[in-house]
């Protein structure tokens, strides 16, 4: 499967971005996707993740509330929806692909099997 990352851009702190992952392959829906982001000299970290039929969600806990997930497998995409933005979310954000998790979707990368190209979100003071 391949994901392309979109909706990246600068914004202002307190404002929304909504970032889309788009899929290519029919087996979209059967694929756990996760969002993970890495800052400047700071290693990946998960940001969210939803199951293949978005019956689980799973948030990091600096995002809770600010942040949703959410997916639409008939037009194989994933969206997560950020809100009031704070300068520490600046980093490059990318979409993961799992084909191998049950009813939780994984917030470790190594059980991502496929990663997008990410797309920058920039947000200032």
């Known amino acids: 499967v391949q994901l392309v990352e979109s909706g990246g851009g600068l914004v202002q702190a307190g404002g929304s971005l909504r970032l889309s992952c788009a899929a290519s392959?029919?087996?979209?829906?059967?694929?756990?996707i996760g969002w993970f982001r890495q800052a400047p000299g700071k290693e990946r970290e998960f940001v969210a993740g939803?199951?293949?039929?978005?019956?689980?969600?799973s948030y990091a806990d600096f995002v809770k509330g600010r942040f949703e997930i959410s997916r639409d497998n008939a037009k194989n995409t994933v969206s997560l929806q950020m809100n009031f933005l704070e300068p520490e979310d600046t980093a490059v954000y990318y979409c993961?692909?799992?084909?191998?998790?049950?009813?939780?979707?994984?917030?470790?990368?190594?059980?991502?099997?496929?990663w997008g190209q990410g797309t920058q979100v920039t947000v200032s003071s």
């Open positions: 993961a692909a799992d084909p191998l998790s049950d009813y939780y979707p994984p917030t470790n990368q190594n059980e991502y099997d496929f």
């Open positions: 392959g029919r087996t979209f829906s059967s694929y756990a």
């Open positions: 939803i199951s293949w039929g978005a019956h689980s969600l």
